[in-house]
């Protein structure tokens, strides 16, 4: 059982600084998203943030 070479291939994927305006949607309209998504899982965010508040004060 010798050794055996294996070929391997990276790829490495990177943005260009001209096309870095595409990221601007992500952080769009931030807070909106967020009350959004918390007030549909209220319940799941107060079970979350019940046990941290409690901790630290």
Avoid: C, R
């Avoid at 807070?31 to 007030?39: A, L, Y």
Wanted: net charge positive; charged share 15%; proline share 7%.
């Amino acid at each position: 059982m010798g050794k055996q070479i294996v070929p391997v291939k990276s790829v490495v994927y990177a943005l260009s600084p001209f096309q870095q305006k595409i990221m601007t949607g992500l952080w769009k309209d931030l807070p909106t998203k967020i009350h959004h998504k918390v007030s549909e899982n209220w319940i799941s965010a107060t079970l979350l943030l019940a046990p941290l508040v409690g901790t630290y004060t």
